[in-house]
């Protein structure tokens, strides 16, 4: 089997496993809508306010309800030794932790979709008129959450405080891309098109997912072995 | 000789409580470089206090490790 | 042996400082705007320049571990990120002393400032996550792999965070390198190695610190067992 069927085939495993309980996509997706309530109450954004804190609320939310999905993503192959399993499986590394990236990002993503009408309902903004571009920078800032946050998963999976400790180490580690994120979201969800100032976030994002993907393949190899 | 030299300036400069020390911004240039030391130091010190409670464990689990291996030879 | 060349390094860094200090409090010139204040540019830089030397060590031993599987890289790599850490946290609160004398406030956001504690925040993650994991073999390789990941990290958030300082609030930044004149600049490299001695001594200390508490570990499973 070629590297990507063998990631592929582990991304199918994890979203049909997730799809079947449903535990972490609805507990993520319950806690996204709630701290969009809760920045309502605590902000009560103008028009004016909005514009300038829609895209740091929007990705802080995305990452808090992120590190839900995340750390499901090893801790579920604990029970009945399933890691060890997988391990051992004639699978690399590499695949295996690619498909797990795979999986956490389409359920990431599902749930930032879920998430944007209701930002745009709570703060009457109407979002979609930047579309392309919009989902363009969800796309590669969501990537790069994804890849760093599996790959500490994957190293925080044998630890009691797996939950403290998961979102504690991602969070400095994306400031980069989170802080991109923000800076692009914020005009491109209030309609503004994309300005050659902004171009230099987006290279950003971009080389960031390049160098951590690369990073983080390499790494794992080493991470997962016995 | 050098170092009652040091320390004589040392004292006649920071002995300058004077309104002109402070706009000089003296006393924050005094507070900050105490502020880095006393990091550094607190730094040491913590590390000198584990040295310490290292080597004492270390010394008793060697001793009653010695105690038992010799019983467990008579 | 050992205890006699740190002693020594010791004693030549202290009589540097001595010999520096002299100079910098009584024989260079105020600046102009800040007054006497700006020499304490003399430790807040050397201190940072010495933490990212340390956490470059810290990854390069991190590498050799990975490679070679010697404890004994692991026991540097722990030793330089701590010591690092230190001087980063006496690098922060240089600079917010500094901050508040010239700016007003003790935390402006600066470009340099943030960097910095961001990277702290990584570090000291790294020390959590090393004290949660108690196996000895496991602990070094998932750090090995933090290490590695965070220092990747560090020349990216440096210069997000930089360019976000620039687009966002350009706030005067307190010293703006190379306009200084030489006799500061040589100071400035001059004070550099009696601080360089110190981490050095200090890393030395606690190397040697891991590898007695590893021993220590290994003979309580001992006792344990019999």
Redesign the interface.
Known sequence: MSFFRQALTVAAKDLRSELRTKEALNSSVAFALVILLLFGFAFEPTEEQTRQIAGGLLWLVFAFAGALILNRSFARELANDCLDALVAAPLSGAALFLGKALANFVLLLAVELISLPVFGVFYDVNWTRQLGPLMLVVLLATWGLTV?GT?FSA??V????REL?LP??VY??M??AL??AI?LTSPLVMGAPLDA?LL??LR?LT??DI??TA??LV?VE??LVR | MAVRYLLLSFWQVAGECSPEAYARNFWSLFWGLLAAWLVLCAYLVWLVARQNRTRRQLESLRRMLEDKEEKAQS | MRQRILIALSLIAALLLARNLYVILLQLPDDKLQKAVFRIIFFHVPDAWTAFLCFFAAMVASILYLTTKHLRYDAFAVAATEVGLAFGVANLVTGMIWGHRIWGTAWAWDARLTSMLIGCLLYAGYLMLRHAIEDPTERAKNSAVLSIIAFADVPIIFFSIKWWRQMQHPTPVVWGGGSMSPEYWRMLFLNWIPVLLLAAVFLAIRMRQEVEQRELEALRRRAHAL
């Open positions: 760093v790959l190293l925080t044998n630890l009691r405080l400790m504690m180490l400095p580690v400031v980069p802080l991109a800076q100032g230099l976030w950003l080389a960031f160098i951590f990073l983080t790494l080493t991470l």
